[in-house]
């Protein structure tokens, strides 16, 4: 199909030839790659209602954005409305996500760590592709034979059932109903003042994975009309940021969509005892932030139910090596009880350095004179 792709904004056709398609129609993707790239990669859907491409705002200027933090993006063309219908459009979406894990060792790209994020009809699109997974055919090109299911999702302002919406419900057929526990785990936009696609489409899809126990996170937002794309300026603080951009980053990050675990090494599984003055901490949080940023941060609660014992199943685990060991004490007494009295005049906070090597436990005992009032 192509000999080398090493450089951006250069274009790879989903098909080698599909007849009786006009040439401004070909479904392709064009490739935007990382200068300092950490193995991850998003494939971008833009919006349009199935019938345009909002590729500036919810495409290309995505695909940058993704790019400076070390994430591969590929922006999808795909086939719209009214000449061919949204089923098409996923047969498109399928084959971007294999041809993508097909090139992907060309690319320096895990074929783990592959997601999919569209805008409004792009949404549904990446929805689609997840939810409604071909079987893998052994007789067929190698293309066809990888996984077209991504490894997480990014829907933003994205129709999920157009019967409850009650518009162009053929296209938009419902997605939240096929939900189940295969479903990748999926990172939610909307605005509560979306005119366009009310954001009862994401409660639909979220209360779908919570039932389906998928690991999810959902953000409505107050203010915006629908087609913000990233919506930077939309903070007075961060006017080139995009709020639920950094939200996402430190999702992937959390959900170790970030990390290189050939360069750092994989997540793994902790234990270990927090005293203070001898006594467990009443109910506190436990964070462990990587020195390595590519590395994702751990956190666990500590309750004096368990006696001032934690522990992390590696899924949730910090990766070995050099970490910001900090702990948030914020009550003295677990469980609550009916006196409605406090039990400290200030949430306290202490930190300090640990080196986290797999199966050695960690020890900290305390002083509350070590601790910082926050």
């Known amino acids: 199909m192509f000999e080398s792709i090493t450089s951006s904004d250069q274009v790879v056709p989903l098909w080698q030839s599909l007849p009786h398609v006009a040439p401004q129609s070909l479904p392709q993707l064009t490739v935007h790659l990382a200068s300092a790239p950490n193995g991850a990669g998003v494939i971008v859907c833009p919006g349009g209602g199935y019938r345009t491409l909002a590729s500036d ?4 200027q995505v695909a940058q954005w993704l790019n400076g933090f070390g ?25 971007a996500v294999r041809l993508v894990r097909h090139w992907a060792q060309q690319w320096g790209l895990d074929p783990q760590r592959l997601g999919m994020l569209g805008f409004s009809a792009g949404g549904h699109l990446a929805l689609a592709t997840a939810l409604s997974a071909d079987a ?3 007789d067929t090109h190698p293309i066809d034979r990888e996984d077209c299911r991504p490894n997480f999702l990014v829907p933003v302002y994205a129709v999920t059932n157009g019967v409850e919406r009650g518009r162009k419900a053929d296209e938009y057929w419902p997605v939240d109903t096929l939900v189940n526990d295969q ?8 605005t ?15 209360d779908a994975l919570l039932r389906a126990g998928v690991g999810a996170e959902l953000h409505i937002f107050n203010h915006g009309d629908h087609g913000l794309g990233l919506n930077r300026g939309g903070s007075a603080g961060a006017s080139n940021q995009s709020a639920w951009g950094n939200l996402l980053l430190n999702w992937l990050s959390r959900e ?16 270990g005892e927090i005293l203070l003055d001898g006594k467990p901490v009443g109910l506190g949080w436990l964070s462990l932030i990587p ?46 009880d009916s006196s409605g009295s406090y039990s400290m005049d200030r949430a306290l906070v202490f930190e300090q350095q640990v080196n986290i090597v797999p199966g050695q436990p960690i020890q900290w005992h305390l002083s509350e004179s070590d601790g910082e009032a926050l």
């Open 192 to 206: 509560h003042e979306d005119s366009v696609v009310p954001a009862t489409q994401a409660t639909l899809l979220y």
């Open 136 to 138: 893998v055919e052994a």
């Open 291 to 336: 020195h390595q940023q590519q590395a994702p941060m751990a956190r666990v609660r500590v309750t004096a139910a368990s006696q001032g014992q934690f522990a992390l199943a590696a899924a949730k685990g910090p990766t070995p090596g050099r970490h910001r060991m900090v702990l948030h004490v914020v009550s003295r007494k677990y469980p609550a």
């Open 256 to 271: 170790g969509f970030l990390l290189d675990a050939t360069a750092v090494g994989q997540r793994c599984e902790i234990h």
């Open 57 to 60: 705002h919810e495409g290309l």
């Open 71 to 95: 994430i591969h993006a590929f922006v999808l063309r795909y086939r719209l409305g009214p000449d061919y219908h949204s089923s098409v459009s996923l047969r498109d979406g399928k084959r």
């Open 183 to 190: 479903t990748p785990p999926t990172f939610i936009v909307h």
